[in-house]
Structure formats: structure tokens, C-alpha cells
């Protein structure tokens, strides 16, 4: 095991900010007044699935990059983007990471190596691709995280970026968050096979499961492929099983999801997980547990009564930095 105490204590702190942060973002969404909306748009949430940003975002070094999905506010958090920038974008303030012109988890931030969001779920493997291919070229040891769903994974664009970063050994991890539902597609209308990662061999490149509510083994299993791409022996498949614990956005209450799954799952909440695993070690106790809660929330609050005050983008401006940031 290579994570110490503090750095484990650290994952817990991840996994904890984002699940405060989206849980609040999740009641501002539903109980704010549509007339005088504070988010503009839905919010899209990682809920029970916080592990898998957090845990494999925690294997990279500062030069590395990040090509988040939808579900990765975790990794942008490790990444170190703050709740201030995240709740500023929620809020479409001038002084957000998108300048007030685009929503939600719509987003980047170059200088943290976070690269701009592309809705198109695949699509952002093939620019992981690119940022590997400069690295490349300029004999960089930079890795590069592609994150993407289990409906993404039938995307052509996947399968091509895939097997072109074999092709040309380029130091990509892809790291596919199998939560089992795509807006209302389950799993099984998906693919006929067990497991994403299986599909590795097809392209030339090692694969792996791992259990997505678990941040300990998704940082391990994450890491060896990290490792590998650092040495330049090229890209990995990491499946992370996991499950959507909320509707695909805060518009949908995903009453399509049988109540038994939702069950089965609760009962594997990935926090809960780690607050098991840091009290067996006798590393953390219930207090200790309670005093973060309370820290997050605080921060939480603060940076959302700062968002508040900020000005939104000014209507002047709105055709600057649409080619270019
Ligand atoms: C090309 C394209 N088709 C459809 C959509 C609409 N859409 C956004 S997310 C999503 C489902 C994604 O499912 P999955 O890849 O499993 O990710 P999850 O939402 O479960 O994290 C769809 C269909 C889109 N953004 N882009
Ligand atoms: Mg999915």
C-alpha cells in the first residue's frame, strides 16, 4: 500500500468537498426560484460515484492533464480548482473559469491543467490524444486522464482515440466510469460483454476493473497504468464500477432506476467506504469525521455567499474569447 495517513486523510477530505459541494448545488437547483435562478441551467452530479474522479485524479504529478466527463468535479478539486471557481461557474459570474458564458460542469482551466469540457462525452479522448502527442514530441514524461461513461464507450470516437494512443504508445490513461446508466439507457442496452475494459485487448493495451466506490483500489489500480504511461510504455483501460445515484441531471428524478439497485448500492456509498477503512486503521474516528463535515460546509457557504457578490458577464464582451481564451 503506498498512500500514507496523510494523504489518505487527504482522499477522504476530496471525497467529502465534492459530495457537500454538489449536494448543495443539487438543493440550489431544485429549491431556488425559476424566475430569479442563482443556477442558470442544471447541475450534474457525481453522488455516490465521488471516488472515481477523486481517486484516480490523486495519482497525477503537476505537469499531468486532466480531460474530465460530466461527473469529474472530484478531479477538478484534487486538481486545485477551488469550490470558489466551481460555485462562480455554477453561478455564471464574469470571474468564473468560462467568464459567465457557458453552465455547470461546462468547463476548464489550462493553468490547472484542467482542459475545456466538450459535451460531446468521447470527444474529449481524442484531444487527451493531441496534449499525449505534444508531450511526445517534446520528450515530456506529462500524463494525460481521459475520463468517460459507460454510454460514452459506444461512441466511435472512443474506440478510435483508443486505438490510436496504442498505435502510437501515447501516455493516456482512459478511465471509464461505469455507473451503469446513461441519462435512462441501462447498461445492458449497452454492450453484451461483462466488462468495458475487456475491449482493452482489442486495441493493444492493458485493462482493468476496479471497484469504483473504493478510492484506495481505484488510486492503486490508476496508478500502475499512470506508472506504465510515465515510462513511455503507453495508454491503459481502467474500469471503475460504480453507480449513478442520482438522476442523469437535477432535472431528472430517474424513475426509471429500479428502488432495489439504488439499494444494493446505497450500501456501498464510497465515503461511507473510506470512513470504514480510516476508523479500521484507527487512523480517524466519528469526531474527526464530523469536524471535516462541518469545515466543508463552511466553506461551502462562504464561497457561495462570495459568488453571490460577483458581477456577471457584461454584455460588451460577449463576443471576445470565443476561438481563443
Ligand atoms: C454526442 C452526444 N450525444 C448525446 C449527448 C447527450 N448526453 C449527455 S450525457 C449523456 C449520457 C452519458 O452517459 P454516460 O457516458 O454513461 O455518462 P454518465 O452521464 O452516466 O456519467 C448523453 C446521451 C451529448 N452530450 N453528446
Ligand atoms: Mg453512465
Known sequence: MSLTKTELLELYKYLRLTRTLEDWIYTICVHQDPKQPLIIGKGYLSTGQEAVSVGAAYTLEKGDWLAQSHRDFGALLVRG?????????????????????????????????????????????????GIAWGAKCRKNPTVVLAFFGDGASSQGVVHEAMNYAAVFKLSVVFICNN??????????????????????????????????????EVFETVKKAVDRARKGEGPSLVECKTMRMT?????????????????????????????????????????????????????????????????GPKVENESRDVYAP
Open 81 to 129: 480548482m477551488t469550490v470558489d471557481e466551481l460555485l462562480a461557474q455554477y453561478f455564471s459570474k464574469a470571474a468564473s473559469p468560462t467568464k459567465g458564458r457557458d453552465a455547470n460542469v461546462h468547463l476548464g482551466n489550462t493553468s490547472k491543467h484542467v482542459l475545456g469540457f466538450i459535451s460531446h462525452m468521447g470527444a474529449m479522448m481524442p484531444v487527451a490524444n
Open 247 to 311: 438522476g442523469h441531471g437535477t432535472h431528472d428524478m430517474a424513475k426509471y432506476v429500479p428502488e432495489d439497485e439504488l439499494e444494493h448500492w446505497k450500501k456501498r456509498d464510497p465515503i461511507q467506504n473510506m470512513e470504514n477503512y480510516l476508523k479500521e486503521k484507527k487512523f480517524a474516528d466519528d469526531a474527526y469525521f464530523k469536524k471535516v463535515v462541518a469545515d466543508m460546509k463552511k466553506e461551502v457557504e462562504e464561497a457561495t455567499e462570495k459568488a453571490k457578490q460577483m458581477p
Open 179 to 216: 455507473n451503469r446508466w446513461a441519462i435512462s439507457t441501462p447498461v445492458k442496452e449497452q454492450f453484451t460483454i461483462e466488462n468495458i475494459a475487456d475491449r482493452a485487448a482489442g486495441y493493444g493495451m492493458p485493462g482493468a476493473v476496479c471497484d469504483g466506490n473504493n478510492v484506495v
